[in-house]
């Protein structure tokens, strides 16, 4: 960062103001500018109920209520957050190379419908063994798929967004050939489904909560993402090759093992969403797991700027607006859509923002007038 | 009605049909999209364009009875959508790849939002034209009716790969997409170029989504778009930025996808998912084959983000 950050036995800037009072005005435009923007896009949101002829108030207050009100709305948010993260993560960590990857709905599929593969394969064996199988299996084809985005970027310059929006249609149609053919359940008649998992092998709920442990699976991966985007070196190293390919070059970092094991990595964070979805949630794969959280992940990881640690409250916001969707429809008489047209607006004023940073003089002080 | 009277000659015959009919979809948002992006922006968010145009296409034709006025809303929708990407787009740092995916939802959003009452009403159809009407045999007849739609979006196909070349505006459009600094050295406003591009291409946009809902699969359903909204910006890339080579292709994407169900109605079921992801793999193939980290995309606007 600052010098005078660096320096940090000084007790005034290079200014005159107190080091301190940098340092937070430093650190401010980070928290300010994207909290503005989220009030903005939520009274923007407000002029549109009004528009519809409902009360903004009354519409706020049931989401509260439908969301964040009680113990039990908060563990549906919270249960909706779960596979949220991860799919965040699949956004946020190519990010940090300047890659803009869309396709975690892809991983999420595969990583269901692998983990559901090898829950039937090792049926019998121990449920810790089985369970853990299941992740690597769920985390291997998420990986393979968002890492071969990222090795197709690297080595043949394919466009990452547009090669992962393919592979993640084709993920989807390969799901349901696998789940109408050679996986099918014969007794799954109207939802084509593969054999359900005993209830050995599926996850339960975290002690004291209707929970399910995919929510903790989450917030440890936020964590270690964040670690290891800024505190290691190889988070440094992506950081330098998204900023600018060449110089990384020259520096000497290997940009193609960095891009494929970011990629690789945020695809397998992803495949880890789809294996906790089939054995924390569905008990087998079919066709819910494309259920859009891969589209949402995108939404919550721009919200989140892209920080692995922020992801962690945006994905319990997003959770709990959308589990707010059904008593926003039941109680004034909205369709469900209205929460997507929120999410929609908040996602578009947040971009907008992007404009702002950099621009006020008030976080930067390096500009401030000497005191006098 | 079964296919196996006129034995295997109904697969083609499908596919052939299916083309036509699928394609139309393709051909407006794939021309939208290459007019926006030889300006040198790329606008993700057709497919939030595409889905409410078929809902205000489907909502005004049930409430003025007129399939053409629908028509008319959706292009105008589009456009207000087109119009608002390229708004954004012109502030410094924003980023027109995310904001198209924001566009994409909050369109999908919105038109779920206004088009719950219209689920039910039946709205009146875009006119068809039977060109199979020489034929006894009801599978040709199928194939052959050919919405006007279609022919209208051949003709623009051509007309657009004629004027990139040939006109005025082609020439600015194809400055400021290769080259701001170019076109600022010629006194042109890159913005304001990319502005009304991008307006052009979200009411192309909203064209095809009008198809789907008044014509195939002609009703207004949430699920009514299978992607092919964001199929076409991919399918832009494919034929090169060439608005004939936007035609072919959404006839190539709309017969592939037509290659699942014709196969499946001779008794040929295995693959059928394999089938419908054909288009996709299809794109990935031919951009893996012709990519390459030494240089861009053969035809390809400089300025556009997604080839540098």
Redesign the interface.
């Given at each position: 960062m600052s010098d005078t950050v660096a320096g940090a036995p000084a007790t005034f800037g290079a200014k005159g103001y107190p080091a301190a009072l940098e340092w937070v005005a430093r650190r401010a435009e980070a928290f300010v500018i994207p909290i503005v923007a989220l009030i903005v896009g939520m009274v923007l949101f407000s002029l549109f109920i009004l528009a519809v002829g409902k009360s903004p108030i009354q519409l706020y207050e049931t989401m509260w209520r439908g969301g964040f009100g009680s113990w039990f709305s908060v563990q549906n948010s919270l249960s909706r957050a779960a596979p949220l993260l991860l799919a965040a993560l699949c956004v946020a960590l190519p990010a940090r190379l300047g890659l803009?990857v869309?396709g975690g709905e892809g991983a999420i599929v595969l990583g269901g419908v692998a983990a559901a593969a090898a829950g039937t394969a090792f049926s019998g064996a121990p449920s810790f063994i089985v369970i853990l199988v299941m992740g690597v299996a769920g985390m291997a084809a998420g990986g393979i798929w968002i890492g071969a985005v990222g090795a197709?970027r690297?080595?043949?310059?394919?466009?990452e967004?547009?090669?992962s929006?393919?592979?993640a249609?084709?993920a989807i149609?390969?799901m349901?050939?696998l789940v109408?053919g050679p996986l099918r359940d014969p007794a799954s008649l109207n939802k084509p489904s593969t054999q359900p998992l005993a209830d050995i092998y599926r996850i339960g709920n975290m002690p004291g909560m209707e929970v399910h442990w995919g929510l903790a699976v989450g917030v440890v991966a936020c964590v270690l993402s964040w670690v290891l985007i800024e505190k290691t070196r190889w988070g440094f190293a992506a950081r330098i090759a998204g900023g600018n390919v060449r110089a990384a070059q020259v520096q000497g970092l290997a940009v193609g093992s960095l891009i494929v094991g970011f990629t690789g990595l945020a695809g397998a964070f992803a495949g880890l969403a789809g294996m906790l979805e089939v054995a924390a949630v569905q008990g087998s794969a079919n066709a819910s797991l494309a259920a859009g959280y891969g589209?949402t992940g995108?939404?919550v990881a721009?919200l989140a700027r892209h920080n692995p640690l922020a992801i962690i409250p945006v994905a319990f916001l997003l959770g709990g607006i959308d589990a707010s969707g059904g008593l926003i429809q039941r109680r004034m008489d909205?369709?469900?859509?209205?929460v997507?047209?929120?999410?929609?607006?908040l996602?578009?004023v947040i971009?907008?923002s992007?404009?702002l940073?950099g621009r006020f003089k008030a976080f930067n002080p390096d500009l401030w007038q000497r005191s006098r | 009605m079964d296919a196996t009277e006129i034995g295997l000659w109904g697969v083609p015959l499908a596919i052939l049909g299916g083309a036509i009919r699928v394609s139309t979809p393709f051909i407006f948002v794939s021309l939208g999209e290459a007019i926006t992006e030889r300006s040198g922006r790329i606008n993700l968010g057709l497919e939030g364009t595409l889905v409410f145009g078929a809902m205000s296409a489907y909502a005004v034709a049930v409430m003025t009875g007129s399939p053409w006025l629908g028509l008319l809303a959706a292009a105008f929708a589009g456009l207000c959508f087109g119009l608002f990407h390229g708004w954004i787009c012109k502030f410094p740092k924003v980023n027109d790849i995310a904001i198209g995916i924001a566009l994409m939802l909050f369109g999908s959003g919105l038109a779920f939002f206004f088009g719950k009452p219209f689920i039910q009403p039946s709205a009146p159809d875009l006119p068809a034209i039977p060109f199979g009407a020489w034929s006894d045999i009801p599978q040709v007849q199928a194939a052959l009716d050919v919405n006007v739609l279609f022919l209208i979006g051949a003709a623009l196909a051509a007309f657009l790969w004629w004027a990139f070349r040939n006109t005025r505006a082609g020439l600015i459009l194809r400055v400021v997409g290769d080259s701001s600094d170019a076109a600022r050295a010629m006194g042109l406003n890159p913005n304001t170029v990319r502005l009304a591009a991008t307006g052009v291409g979200g009411a192309l946009a909203g064209i095809g989504g009008a198809y789907l809902s008044l014509y195939y699969p002609g009703s207004w359903t949430e699920g009514i778009s299978s992607g092919q909204g964001l199929m076409a910006v991919a399918l832009v890339i494919f034929a090169r930025w060439n608005p004939l080579g936007c035609f072919a292709a959404a006839l190539l994407f709309g017969g592939a996808g037509a290659l699942g169900p014709a196969l499946q109605s001779v008794g040929v079921t295995q693959g059928y998912y394999l089938f419908y992801a054909a288009p996709y793999i299809l794109t990935l193939v031919i951009m893996i084959a012709t990519s390459s980290p030494s240089r861009s995309l053969a035809g390809a606007p400089g300025e556009l983000s997604i080839t540098k």
């Open positions: 803009v869309i197709l690297h080595y043949r310059a394919v466009n967004t547009i090669s929006l393919l592979m249609n084709i149609a390969l349901n050939q109408e589209y995108i939404l721009f909205l369709p469900d859509a209205t997507l047209v929120l999410q929609g607006m996602f578009v971009l907008f992007e404009t940073y | -």
